[in-house]
Each structure stands twice: as structure tokens, then as C-alpha cells.
């Protein structure tokens, strides 16, 4: 049919059965014609129609559009003259084929068609059609046969049918152009990321990403280089379509669990709760232990929440990236299994010398199409599915900030914020990983089964014994894991333990240093470092001895199973095909092997993390529903019998309050202690469960919280909270809330930047912030849960004027304030006094008094208690001008000790984070502001500019690492153990590379002998020592790694114990300049990763280095001319590496300069949920996070594709080296033979791999051993004096305790200007003395002289005749004691915080306690002196701690003692027990009170006042209230008339 179609022979196999094969005319004009465009007519109706569908506005016309559509309208013209030509050339005889004119037709129609698919992808962002691309290659590929053929014909025969040939000649030219053109990618307006408008050759090489990589060479990248994701994986639109899906999912997953729940109940009958007696008021811990038995019976019955709906919602969401990702991963998996078949075929051809020469050659570019393809397929695989993986994290992400937003508070209580915050970062990268291999589960199967099945016709039944090992092996290695694994675990504890010590030392540091205990806790970190690095030890033995089995598996797979294949029967030969087939084939078998168990134990985890986020996504929403909006009621707040809960199982808070508000009142809400007043508060902004009955609200609220919440940001962003700034407004709010004075003390004024959680405000500061952000916003409503709890009196009698009052900036707005300051009552228009949840009393303050009930009551007894009392804590270190202390509030009438102190723990981040303002209001550092402790020990008259920023900028390296690091490291390991690592490694390959030759000299014995005449001594010889060789491997791999694993434990210790010694030894301030994050950032991130992930970069590194050189060594001992080729491709690969890793190591670090914030916005929005609701600026914040994760997407995914440029260059070099190799054995094939072809491919094929590998670890290497540059960094850190020095003081010594200061001068820190200038006295022997002055005077700065905390800048103080300066750290530092401000502990037992080096006998401690009054306290513990303290001593009051810190101090008994008089407002109790006890027991000594309260040194022997760093008086107490100096005028604000008006 077909050969009268074309007039000539359509198919005989005897064309191709010559030396100079070739394919029949015939054939070549049709099938090879129609091949190509049959695909184009059937796929172009999709295309266009696609097209069509997503069509975009028409983009102009381009030079690359025209000249495309002009080669074809060429290609159009000569079909129509071919047409003319055939037609004239039929003058009616017979003798034209019918193919003459059917093809020049068919070309007429195609290329019109073409034509216009050219044309209508002009309405495209991509204008590269993928699929013309792919006509255009299969075009040319299939002309190229006809190309050949009428090339020889017409050498043979000049003139047969020249025109047509020179039509089809210019025709197959222009395809060509036509090709080369379509590779280049046209831009396009509408978008200016190079990745949607790439051409089809372009996205699959990923050239399009070439600009980025050249720019990442050249400079670091920085954020604004990296393009934005497509439209369609933003973190809004693919949320928008998760969520369609996620709320069906959800809807059927809750319905099953209601049928479950009621198939439940039936069962049994429910259980109650028993409630507490409703008319106690719950004391604290009655409601502690009450969570407690909750929680245990939580724990006992297993939670029930919708299950596996997120999967299912995650399916439909990507199921069309995860079908293509599957098709592509088929294709690879199969052509993998073409490989082995190939080298089969090659090596018979080389072993058969009567094949044609063009068989190997058409092998050879078989092999490169073949692999080609192959790593095409791979990298668009890996490709999708990073992406799918980076996709589902945003997803995943995004969905639990959204749910942070609308989660019910019943469902929050079960997370702190750290473990949501773990949901979004642990549990969504988990989900990220999987997604990544979630295709390995089906395609490990396929390898296996289709590895098992080749093999079989390979070799037959004995394959079944190589498999048996590997499936042994399997458990082995999964009982190794799991050891591993617990290892780790344990790890994990101690690290966290020795972190946790670490945190500790470095907030209390000042401590340690007072008191010279660094030795201490430094034996405590070395002690559970020792653990750590035992456990390390033993874990990288283990991976050792997983190593070695991993590298013994193929090696002992295949020994064992050619021994079983050659001893079974004599006839079973081992030939070249047989043998380097097989171990192509053990070689691709070994990867799902090795995978399988890892893909499981990944989904395993991320089984746990599903269920974890399938909890909390689908919790329950916040039920806003008893709150009502109703724009014409005529009260502006109304309960209606409202009674709400805060858990649903526990009884209501609020109970049946009945309350009108009219728009414009100024309510007070006041009551004791745990009445229900902030409950009453969030129950109105809907933050809790109602009971029954509703609150109707008209307009909108503003919200001030009791604990202030503050944004990381400046000070304007915080009170505009995305509002737009009006600036008279905005002053206005600033001058009402006593901001101004605090800005202009804050360097950078309202743009000074704040920490997180405000970490660097003043408790004062924070919650005029937050004052003024609500004043600020517009709203009808004021919601204000105590505002003016954490200000000094005066601050808030002018914030009252200002803003609250009626007179305020707020007049005329309905305002609820909940308040404890008595005073402002008589001016609010009704008061409302709560108790115990419900409304006692309410009218106006007159008509209460009036009343005599309750609230007359407390006033009453308010009124007595203010006597002296209210002078007694006269806070010299306010806020602001006026000494004025907190006035003692309603519920704080002392009625016992201990209630106080209870009261006072309630208080205590009030009191903790009061901050001192500077009075003289110069400019000063931040210092103090961010410092909570050491108050006061600023400097004033300061140049703005000089140490304004106290923070440094964290240094961050850019470029590449100095070559003395990795030096260092390894000079860390140690060169001999470097030596002999690397020597086991060579040695490695060595055996590698002989077992290679040893197996092709054994296949060779096939030729000699056949089946009947094998020798067994040689065949056993032969099995013998390819066994050796393959055991040789694996000890030496082992024996490296145990090295290894030795060298880098003990570098991690070296480079641990650096570290710490130094960081112990480092001047205070160095620590008062550096964060403390950033310093246990070192210890944690950075010590794990020198103790796991770089001994194994650093290993791997060094195998795939050395397994490379040997594949091509062993290559060119083949065929030595190959080394010309691989020159130049190794100058390529070490170009492309060299341009990778510099793009890559930034994007890395972009990535996680990117990803903190969005964990760090997390958290500040879960903690500051019930602002964020009140002020219903949830969408503000879902935009913010999503720009945040967007930000953070770009970066990740410009990494992945960085991943994929980079695998796609290297497995070309990887294919011509397979390609040239195969190349060389054709030519070469005379001086080969077939085990030298397989010996040489086999291995070649493992390159590829290999080469990929090198690449990422040599990036990972350069990641990772910038861990070892930053612990370096702080190794240089300059030290403080040594702290023992040659000089000793004589023993006993201070025995008398005389200090003199000598023109003494101090500063603290070079660039700044002197505290102390040239302090002149003495002090005699047993004085005591009391320091006076303003803050910022240089009272603290006093004591850190003494203690040389800070090194004297001009003079000297010398101590019973020795100068301090002279001595070593220690042995002054052990001689003095001083009683701190701020009383610090440290986890771990009562005894330990006391005496930590155990010098002292229980006795003592307890003689100590006893004086302390602590005595029965700590005899009442369970433990007694073993009695834990939490960390930083939460689980004692702060009256205790003061105690604690008092003890230590009567430990010490040394000759002069410091007090530095607390801030911390110790009830008075407990002040007067310590003052008494310092008077008695200290009075044989010499002691120097810094006084913030002078009443407490009125006693004083003599008075040193202080202003500016010099002593303006100093005398006694008496003298200098006679003169009317500076001392006088103090005691007179204080209220002190003469020495015995004391307070006391």
C-alpha cells in the first residue's frame, strides 16, 4: 500500500544489514514525515483553546516575534513552490508518486497552522508555546535521517532530483533558526520575573535563571534582586483555595465525629465534674490543682477532634502539580532501567567483532539521549515537588496564623506560645519534608520490583541471595537508627539542660561576677558538656558502623551473589555482560534500599505533626455571638443578665450582671483583687464563653490591656497602629500621655526601635504606649483595664487630667476604667464596685459614701493606713521629677504579711521592669532603658551621637569564609588523626578501584574457558579476593569514620570549652552591649552544628572527592586519551560551582533572615490576640503575615531553583562523561575488550551522582563551617584582668576594712565620657556610710569601681594598704559581699544558690537561714536546703529572694559589705527584718548603703552625697541637715525634718 504510495521500497531489513546502514527513501518521506506532524495537529485544538480560555491583554510585537513568523512564512513559500514544481513537472504520465504532493500539501496546511498558534500567543505571558518546541525537535530529528540520505544519494549521482533536495536542504536550515530562535524567551509587560515568560528549552535547563546566578557572583544578592512568586502560589490565593477545601473536609470530618461521640455516650452515662463551692472565692491554688486534676483527666481519655481531613483538603488543593510530578517520576524511573540494558548491549558490542561500527556509535547517543532525558525528567520532578513542598508549608503556615486569629480561648489555653509557634515552624516544615519524597513510596517499590525482575534474567534464582542480605541488613540498620535515635533524645536533654544553665549565667552574670563564682558554673556547664560529647561519641559511632553497612551492602550483595551464580552450576560463567549489568543493577536497587526505611519514619513524624495541626486547625472558633452591635440603641455598653465562663467546664466568672452605660460616662470599676474586673472587661470585647444572658455595644472600642502589649517597632508605629498620621492629633496624644519626656530621652525619639515585648521600656513606658495607641484611634468606646497601675502617682494624676478625666482628651467618649487609685473616684460620673463576679454597689462616688456600705468601708480603712506608710516607699528612682512612690492601692491594706507578699508577686512585673528616667533629662544611652538592672548607673551629659545605639548590629559575613578557619577547625581535630583519616579514606579507594579490575579480569576468564573446563582453584581464587578487596572497603570506610568520629568529638570540646572560658572571662560590658539571645545563639545553633552536621559535610565531602578521582582514574587507565576531554569539563564544573555556591550560601542566608520574622510576628500576635480583636485590625495582621511569608517564599523557592540550575548542568557534565566514555570505547574498540567497556561504563554511570553530591556538600561545607567563624568571633572576644594574678593579698586580708579613694575616676566604656571624676575619702575601719544622690549621680557606678566591674580610668582605691588594682579579680572580688538590687537566683537547689563550691558546713548555712528569717520558711519545704528553685527563683516571692540574697551575704562574713539598697519594692516588713539584721550582725564591719530611700540611712556614721560624679558633701547625718545643702533639701522632699523622724 505505502510502497505505491511513494513508488519505492517502503521497508527491508537489508538496508541496515551493511556496514554504511540507512533507512529507505520511502519510509523516511512518510512515517518519519507524519510522526512529527501528527503530533502537532493533534495537540494544537488544546493549545489554542487554552489559549483562548486564558487569554490576557494582546502584548506588542517584537523583533524575536517577527523574525519567527517570518522563517515560517518562508517555510511557506517553499512548500507552495515544491507544490508548483511537483505539479509541473506532471505532464500526465504516471511516474509522480502520490507522496509529492500530499506532503507539500500537508506542509502548507501545517505551517499555516503554525502561523497562527504563533500568532495567538501573543495574548500569553509565555510566548514559547512548550509543545511547538517539541514539533521543532522531533522536525529536525526525524529530517535528519532523510538530510543523510539525500546527501549520499547525491554524491553517488550529482544530479538526481536536485530541486527538491535543494528545497528540502533550506527547509531543514530553517527549522533550525526557527528552533534556536524559540530557545530564546521574549519579556513581556505585565511581568517582570523571567520565569513565567522562559521559553519551553529555556524553563527546562532553567537558563532563565542564569541573570540571578551571574548577579549572585558578582555582589551578595539581597532581597530586592530575588523575584516574586507567581500570582498563583501567593500566600493569599493559595490559602483562598485550601480553605474551600479545608471548611468540606472539616464540615464531614466533624459529622463523623458527632456519630462516633453519640454511639460513645449511649455507652455510658456522663460523668460530672464536681463544682467548687460556688460562694468561696477561689483562692489561687485551689484553681491550680484544679487545672491539674483537668489535666490529668485530659490525659487519661484520648482527645476527640476531627481526624484526617488535612490530608485529603492538602490533596485537592495540589493534586495537579502532584500528577505531573508522578508522570515525570515514571519516565525516570524507567528509563533508569534502560542504563543497565544499554551497557549490556555495548559491551556484546565490543565483544563482537563482526558488528558494524555504527551500531556502537548509534548506542553511544542512545545512552546520551537516554540520560539526557532522564535528568531533564529528575530535575522538573524535583522541581515540583520542592515546590508542592514549599507550598503546603505556606499553606500550613498561613492557616494557623489565620485560626491564631478566630481560636476560641478554651482551645488556646491548651498551647503556650511557644508551641504554636512550634506548629508553624517544626510541624509545617515536617509536612514540607514529606511532600518533598511523598512520591519514593510507590517509586521505591517500582525500583525494587523491576531491579529484582532484571536481575533474575540475568543471573536466575541467585539473586535471591544478594537480595537476602540487603533485606537482612534492612532490621540491622533499623535497630541502629533507633539507638541513634534515642541517643539524640538523651542529647537533646542534656543540651537543653546546659542551655538552660547558660541562659541563667548570662542574665545573672553580674552576679557571678560580684561574687566570683564563674568557676562554679563552669564546672556545672563542663560537666553536662561531658555527657553531651560521650553521647556524641558513641552516636557517630554508631553511624560509623550504618556507614560501613551501607557501603558493605553492594559490595557484599554482589560478592555473594556471584559466588552463589558461579558455584550453583559449572556451566554459569561469569561474563563481562552478566557482571557489569548486574552490578548497574545493584547499584540502582541500593538507593530505594537505603531510602525506603527514611521515607517511612518521615511519614511517621509527620503522621504526629498532622494530628497535632489537625487539633488545632480544627479547634473551636471564638463565639462572639452574645455580644451584640446595635448602631441605635441608646446605651452605649448594656448587660443583659450576662453570666460568662473563661472554660467551659469550671463555673461563670462574671455572674448575671445587669449594667447600663450611657454614651459620654466616665465608669470606674474597682474591687479587690481577683473580683472579676478585667474578666468584665474581656467579657464585653467577646474574649470569653457566654453563659447566658448578652452585652449590646454601640460604636467601636478601643482597648487598653493590663499588661501592656507592645510590637517589635518604633514608638509611632505602636501608637498609630496602622492608622494615617495626623499630626496635630498625634502630638497632642504624645503630650497627654507624658510621652514627650520619654522621648526626648530615647535616642531617635518616637523612631526609636523597640525590642521584643518592649523589652527595652520601663514598665511606666510600656502602658502609656498603650494608652496612647488607644487614645490615638477614633472610637466611640474605652475599654481601660487599669492603666495606671504600672505609672507613678503624679504621672498618672496628669495622665488622668489629660486624657481620662473629665477634662481630658477623651471627654465626651464612653470610658470604663478599672482602676485602683482612690483618688480620681470622687471626679468619675459612677462607679461600679465588683465582687466576687457579680455588681456589690454602683452610683456616683457621694451617693456610695453616703450609702456606708462596702465601698465606704475600704475607703475607710484606706484613709487610716495612709500614715508614714505612704512616705515608706518613696521611690527616689521614678519615673519622673516627683519622689513619689506607688500609693499603696485599694486591695493592698496590709492585713498580714503574707497576704502582702502575695499581693506584691501579683504586682511584680510592675515593679520588676520600673526603669530609672534620668532627672536632669540630658541625653543618655539607652543603656538604662533596656538594662532593668543596674538602674541608675548612667552617665548624663552625654553627646547624643556617642554610644546612642547600645545594641551592636550582629555581624553578619557575607562572601566567602577565610581560609584560617577552616585551619582552625581542623587544627581542632588534629593533624595527626587528619592524617590518618584521609589515609584510610585513599586506601578505600584504592581496594575500590581494584576490586573494579579484579572483577574485569575475571569476566574475562569467559573467553578462555568456557562452562565444562573452569578450573574450581581458579574460580575460587577469583571469588576469594574480589571478597577481600570488598571487605577491604568497608573496614577501611569504618576506620576512617571511627577517626572521624573521635577527631570531631574532640574538636567540639576544644572549640566548646574556648568558648566558654573566654565568654566567662569577658568584661561586663561586653555583655552589656550584646543580647543575650546572640550570645546563647552561640552555644546552641552554632556549637550543634560543629558537633553534628559539619563532621558529617566534611566526611561525605572527602568520599565523594576521592570516589570521583578514582571513576576517572579508572576511565583513563581504559583510554588515556580521555583525559583531554576531562579537562575541559572540569573547568566547566569548577566554573559553575564556583558561580552556584556563592548565589546559593546568600540565598540561605536570606532565607532565614527572612523566616524569623514571621515566627517572631506569630508570637507577638498570639500574645497580644485580645488587642488585635478588640481594635479589629485582623486583617491589617493577615496582611502583614502574608507579606511576611511571601517574602520568605521568594527566597526558598529562588534557592530550589538554584538547586535545579546547578543539578541540571552538572548531570549534563556528569552525561559527557558517560557519552564521551562510550564514544571512546567505539573508537577504540580494536584495543578493548568487553570487561574493560563495562568496567570503565558502569562506573561512569555512577557519576553523574557523585558529581551532584560534591557540589552540595562542598556548599553545606562552606554553609556550615561558618558556625565554627562566629564561635571564633566570640573566642577573641578581649578579656577582663586575670582573676588570679601573681601578686596575692596577705591571708586575713581585709582585716580591718579601711577604704581610701584616691582622685578616683571611671567611665564605662572607652567612647564615653567619665562617671566617676576624681572621687576623693576615706572610710575607716568598721564606718558605716550611706551614698546618696540623684539617678545618674554614679552611686552604682561606686560599688562596680570597688569591685573592679569597671577599671579605674585615673586614680586608685586601696584597701587595708593594698592597691585593688594589683591583685587578681578573684581574690578581691571573694573578699567583698554586697547585697544586690535586684535579687537574682539560679536554678537548682536552695544550697547551691547559697554556697555553690560547698565550703561551707550545714550548720553554718542554717545559722545563716536562721538570721536571715528564713529559717522556718525552708525548714516547712519537703526538701529543705535541696528544695529546687525554678529558674530565676519564680517559685519564691520576691520578699524571699531578697532574704536568700541576704543570706549569702551573712555567709560570707567578710570585712566590708556593699549594699546596694533594692528597688524591688520589698514589703516593709520585710525591709525592716533586713535592716535589722544588717544593723546587728554586720556591725563589726565597714559598710556602704547606696541609699534610694534615706530614711534607711539616717543611722549612717557618714554621709557621702553625690551629683555628677563627684562628692558635693560629706559628713554626718546631723551636720548636713544643719547646712542647707544639697542633702538637706532631699530630706525635706522626703519629708525628714531631723535624724529621729525616721519611719520607722
Not at 979 to 1006: E, K, P, R
Not at 1230 to 1259: E, H
Request: proline share 3%; hydrophobic share 45%; with cysteine.
Amino acid at each position: 500500500m505505502l510502497e505505491e504510495f511513494c513508488n519505492s521500497t517502503f521497508w527491508n531489513s537489508s538496508f541496515l544489514d551493511s556496514p554504511e546502514a540507512d533507512l529507505p527513501l520511502c519510509f523516511e518521506q512518510t512515517v518519519l514525515v507524519w510522526i512529527p506532524l501528527g503530533f502537532l495537529w493533534l495537540l494544537a485544538p488544546w493549545q489554542l483553546l487554552h489559549v483562548y480560555r486564558t487569554k490576557i491583554k494582546r502584548s506588542s510585537i517584537t523583533k524575536l516575534y517577527l523574525a519567527k513568523q517570518v522563517l515560517v512564512g518562508f517555510l511557506l513559500i517553499l512548500a507552495a513552490i515544491e507544490l508548483v514544481l511537483v505539479l509541473t513537472e506532471d505532464s500526465g504520465e504516471a511516474t509522480v508518486p502520490a507522496i509529492r504532493y500530499t506532503n507539500p500539501s500537508l506542509y502548507l496546511g501545517t505551517w499555516l497552522l503554525v502561523l497562527l498558534i504563533q500568532y495567538s500567543r501573543r495574548w500569553c505571558v509565555q510566548k514559547d508555546s512548550w509543545f511547538l518546541s517539541l514539533f521543532w525537535i522531533l522536525s529536525i530529528l526525524c529530517g535528519s535521517f532523510q538530510f543523510q540520505t539525500l546527501i549520499r544519494t547525491l554524491l553517488k549521482d550529482s544530479n538526481s532530483n536536485l530541486a527538491y533536495s535543494c528545497l528540502f536542504f533550506i527547509g531543514y536550515a530553517l527549522q533550525i533558526l526557527v528552533l534556536i530562535l524559540s530557545a530564546f524567551s521574549e519579556k513581556d509587560a505585565s511581568s517582570n520575573n523571567p520565569s513565567f515568560t522562559a521559553s519551553f528549552l529555556s524553563s527546562i535547563t532553567f537558563s532563565w535563571y542564569d541573570s540571578i546566578v551571574m548577579k549572585g557572583y558578582k555582589q551578595p544578592l539581597t532581597l530586592e534582586d530575588v523575584w516574586d512568586v507567581d500570582e498563583q502560589i501567593t500566600t493569599k490565593a493559595l490559602v483562598s483555595k485550601f480553605e474551600k477545601y479545608m471548611v468540606e473536609e472539616l464540615q464531614k470530618a466533624r459529622k463523623t465525629l458527632q456519630k462516633q461521640q453519640q454511639r460513645n455516650t449511649q455507652g455510658k452515662s456522663g460523668e460530672r465534674l464536681h463544682d467548687l463551692n460556688k460562694n468561696q472565692s477561689q483562692s489561687q491554688d485551689i484553681l491550680v490543682l484544679e487545672e491539674v486534676k483537668k489535666k490529668k483527666k485530659k490525659s487519661g481519655t484520648t482527645e476527640k477532634f476531627p481526624k484526617s481531613w488535612l490530608v485529603k483538603s492538602l490533596f485537592k488543593t495540589f493534586y495537579v502539580i502532584l500528577l505531573k510530578s508522578f508522570l515525570l517520576k515514571l519516565v525516570f524511573d524507567l528509563l533508569t532501567f534502560l542504563n543497565p540494558q544499554l551497557l549490556k548491549l555495548l559491551i556484546s558490542f565490543a565483544n563482537d567483532p563482526d558488528m558494524y561500527v555504527w551500531t556502537g556509535y548509534f548506542y553511544s547517543v542512545l545512552f546520551f539521549v537516554v540520560a539526557l532525558i532522564q535528568s531533564l525528567c529528575l530535575q522538573s520532578y524535583f522541581q515540583m515537588c520542592f515546590m508542592l513542598g514549599v507550598n503546603v508549608r505556606t499553606t500550613i503556615m498561613a492557616s494557623i496564623y489565620k485560626k491564631a486569629l478566630t481560636l476560641s480561648n478554651q482551645a488556646r489555653k491548651q498551647y503556650t506560645i511557644g508551641e504554636t509557634v512550634n506548629l508553624m515552624s517544626v510541624d509545617a516544615q515536617k509536612l514540607m519534608d514529606v511532600t518533598n519524597f511523598i512520591h519514593l513510596l510507590w517509586s521505591n517499590v517500582l525500583q525494587i520490583a523491576l531491579s529484582i525482575y532484571f536481575l533474575w534474567a540475568e543471573l536466575g534464582p541467585s539473586v535471591l541471595a544478594g537480595v537476602g542480605v540487603m533485606i537482612l541488613l534492612i532490621p540491622v540498620n533499623g535497630l541502629l537508627a533507633s539507638k541513634s535515635r534515642a541517643i539524640q533524645v538523651k542529647n537533646m536533654k542534656n543540651k537543653d539542660k546546659r542551655l538552660k544553665i547558660m541562659n541563667e549565667i548570662l542574665s545573672g552574670i553580674k552576679i557571678l561576677k560580684y561574687f566570683a563564682w564563674e568557676p562554679s558554673f563552669k564546672n556545672q556547664i563542663h560537666e553536662l558538656r561531658k555527657k553531651e560529647l560521650k553521647n556524641l561519641l558513641t552516636f557517630g559511632q554508631m553511624q560509623s558502623v550504618m556507614v560501613f553497612l551501607l557501603y558493605l551492602t553492594p559490595v557484599l550483595v554482589s560478592v555473594i551473589t556471584f559466588s552463589v551464580y558461579t558455584l550453583v552450576d559449572s556451566n554459569n560463567v561469569l561474563d563481562a555482560e552478566k557482571a557489569f549489568t548486574s552490578i548497574t543493577l545493584f547499584n540502582i536497587l541500593r538507593f530505594p534500599l537505603s531510602m525506603l526505611p527514611m521515607v517511612i519514619s518521615s511519614l511517621l513524624q509527620a503522621s504526629v505533626s498532622r494530628e497535632r495541626l489537625e487539633k488545632y486547625l480544627g479547634g473551636d472558633d471564638l463565639d462572639t455571638s452574645a455580644i451584640r452591635r446595635d448602631s441605635s440603641s441608646d446605651q452605649a455598653v448594656q448587660f443583659s443578665e450576662a453570666s460568662f465562663t473563661w472554660d467551659r467546664d469550671s463555673e461563670a466568672t462574671i455572674r448575671d450582671v445587669n449594667l447600663d452605660i450611657m454614651p459620654g460616662q466616665l465608669v470606674a470599676v474597682v474591687g479587690t483583687v481577683g473580683s472579676g474586673k478585667s474578666s468584665l472587661m474581656s467579657a464585653m470585647l467577646g474574649e470569653m464563653e457566654d453563659v447566658h444572658g448578652h452585652i449590646t455595644i454601640k460604636g467601636t472600642i478601643a482597648y487598653v490591656p493590663q499588661q501592656s502589649w507592645i510590637q517589635n517597632g518604633t514608638i509611632k508605629d505602636n501608637i498609630l497602629f496602622g492608622s494615617e498620621l495626623d499630626e496635630k492629633r498625634y502630638q497632642q496624644v504624645l503630650e497627654a500621655c507624658a510621652l514627650l519626656p520619654d522621648l526626648e530621652v530615647l535616642p531617635g525619639g518616637d523612631l526609636a526601635e523597640i525590642g521584643e515585648k518592649g523589652i527595652n521600656l520601663s514598665g511606666g513606658q510600656k502602658q502609656r504606649i498603650s494608652l496612647a495607641r488607644a487614645t490615638y484611634q477614633n472610637s466611640d468606646i474605652y475599654v481601660l483595664d487599669d492603666p495606671l497601675s504600672a505609672v507613678d502617682a503624679h504621672v498618672g494624676r496628669h495622665i488622668f487630667n489629660k486624657v481620662l478625666g473629665p477634662n481630658g482628651l477623651l471627654k465626651g467618649k464612653t470610658r470604663l476604667l478599672v482602676t485602683h487609685s482612690i483618688h480620681f473616684l470622687p471626679q468619675v460620673d459612677e462607679i461600679v464596685v465588683l465582687g466576687n463576679g457579680t455588681i456589690l454597689e454602683k452610683g456616683s462616688y457621694n451617693t456610695l459614701l453616703a450609702k456606708k456600705g462596702l465601698f465606704a468601708k475600704i475607703l475607710k480603712t484606706f484613709t487610716k493606713q495612709t500614715g508614714p506608710e505612704g512616705e515608706a516607699t518613696v521611690n527616689e528612682d521614678s519615673e519622673e521629677d516627683d519622689d513619689c512612690g506607688l500609693m499603696p492601692s485599694v486591695e493592698e491594706i496590709p492585713e498580714e504579711v503574707a497576704s502582702l507578699t502575695m499581693k506584691r508577686e501579683n504586682s511584680l512585673h510592675r515593679t520588676l521592669s520600673r526603669s530609672s528616667r534620668s532627672r536632669s533629662r540630658h541625653q543618655k544611652s539607652l543603656r538604662n532603658s533596656l538594662k532593668t538592672r543596674n538602674v541608675n548607673t548612667l552617665k548624663e551629659e552625654e553627646e547624643p551621637v556617642k554610644g546612642q545605639k547600645l545594641i551592636k548590629k550582629e555581624f553578619i559575613q557575607t562572601g566567602k569564609v577565610k581560609f584560617s578557619i577552616y585551619l582552625k577547625y581542623l587544627r581542632a581535630i588534629g593533624w595527626y588523626l587528619i592524617f590518618l583519616i584521609i589515609f584510610a579514606y585513599v586506601i578505600n579507594s584504592v581496594a575500590y578501584i581494584g576490586s573494579n579490575l579484579w572483577l574485569s579480569a575475571w569476566t574475562n576468564d569467559s573467553k578462555a574457558f568456557n562452562g565444562t573446563n573452569y578450573p574450581a582453584s581458579q574460580r575460587d581464587m577469583r571469588i576469594g579476593v574480589y571478597g577481600v578487596l570488598g571487605l577491604a572497603q568497608g573496614v577501611f570506610v569504618l576506620m576512617a569514620n571511627l577517626l572521624s568520629a573521635h577527631g570531631s568529638t574532640h574538636a567540639s570540646n576544644i572549640l566548646h570549652r574556648q568558648l566558654l572560658n573566654n565568654i566567662l572571662q569577658a568584661p561586663m560590658s561586653f555583655f552589656d552591649t550584646t543580647p543575650t539571645g546572640r550570645i546563647v545563639n552561640r552555644f546552641a545553633g552554632d556549637i550543634s552544628t560543629v558537633d553534628d552536621t559539619l563532621p558529617q559535610s566534611l566526611r561525605s565531602w572527602i568520599l565523594c572527592f576521592l570516589g570521583i578521582i578514582s571513576t576517572l582514574v579508572m576511565i583513563c587507565t581504559a583510554t588515556p586519551v580521555f583525559i583531554i576531554v576531562i579537562i575541559p569539563l572540569s573547568i566547566i564544573y569548577v566554573s559553575i560551582q564556583i558561580f552556584y555556591v556563592a548565589t546559593s550560601r546568600q540565598l540561605k542566608r536570606l532565607d532565614s533572615v527572612t523566616r524569623s520574622p514571621i515566627y517572631s510576628h506569630f508570637s507577638e500576635t498570639v500574645s497580644g490576640l485580645s488587642v488585635i480583636r478588640a481594635f479589629e485590625h485582623q486583617q491589617r495582621f493577615l496582611k502583614h503575615n502574608e507579606v511576611g511569608i511571601d517574602n520568605n517564599q521568594k527566597c526558598v523557592f529562588s534557592w530550589i531553583v538554584s538547586n535545579r540550575w546547578l543539578a541540571v548542568r552538572l548531570e549534563l557534565i556528569g552525561n559527557l562523561i558517560v557519552f564521551f566514555s562510550s564514544l571512546m570505547m567505539v573508537i577504540y574498540k580494536a584495543t578493548l575488550s568487553g570487561d574493560t567497556v563495562g568496567f570503565v561504563l558502569s562506573n561512569a554511570l555512577n557519576i553523574t551522582q557523585t558529581l551532584n553530591w560534591l557540589v552540595r556538600m562542598t556548599s553545606e561545607i562552606e554553609t556550615n563551617i561558618v558556625a565554627v567563624e562566629r564561635i571564633n568571633e566570640y573566642i577573641k572576644v578581649e578579656n577582663e584582668a586575670p582573676w588570679v594574678t601573681d601578686k596575692r593579698p596577705p591571708p586575713g586580708w581585709p582585716s580591718k576594712g579601711e577604704i581610701r579613694f584616691n582622685n578616683y575616676q571611671v567611665r564605662y566604656r572607652p567612647e564615653l565620657d567619665l562617671v566617676l571624676r576624681g572621687i576623693t575619702c576615706d572610710i575607716r575601719s568598721m564606718e558605716k556610710i550611706g551614698v546618696v544622690g540623684r539617678t545618674g549621680a554614679g552611686k552604682s557606678s561606686l560599688t562596680n569601681g570597688l569591685f573592679r566591674i569597671l577599671e579605674a580610668a585615673g586614680g586608685q582605691i586601696i584597701i587595708d594598704g593594698v592597691d585593688i588594682a594589683s591583685i587578681g579579680l578573684h581574690d578581691l572580688r571573694e573578699k567583698l559581699t554586697i547585697i544586690p538590687q535586684d535579687p537574682i537566683l539560679f536554678s537548682g537547689s536552695l544550697r547551691m544558690n547559697l554556697d555553690p563550691f560547698n565550703h561551707y558546713s550545714d550548720e553554718e548555712i542554717w545559722k545563716a537561714l536562721e538570721l536571715a528569717h528564713l529559717k522556718t520558711f525552708v525548714a516547712g519545704l519537703q526538701l529543705g536546703l535541696s528544695h529546687e528553685v525554678a529558674e530565676a527563683g519564680d517559685n519564691l516571692s520576691i520578699g524571699q529572694r531578697q532574704l536568700l540574697c541576704l543570706a549569702r551575704a551573712l555567709l560570707r562574713k567578710s570585712k566590708i559589705l556593699i549594699m546596694d539598697e533594692a528597688t524591688a519594692a520589698v514589703d516593709l516588713e520585710t525591709d525592716h527584718l533586713i535592716q535589722m539584721t544588717i544593723q546587728k550582725e554586720f556591725s563589726h564591719c565597714t559598710t556602704i548603703t547606696i541609699a534610694h530611700r534615706l530614711h534607711t540611712i539616717m543611722d549612717s556614721d557618714k554621709i557621702i552625697v553625690l551629683d555628677n560624679g563627684k562628692i558635693v558633701e560629706y559628713g554626718s547625718p546631723q551636720e548636713l541637715l544643719r547646712n542647707s545643702g544639697p542633702f538637706y533639701l532631699m530630706a525635706k522632699e522626703a519629708g525628714i525634718e531631723n535624724v529621729n523622724s525616721t519611719s520607722f
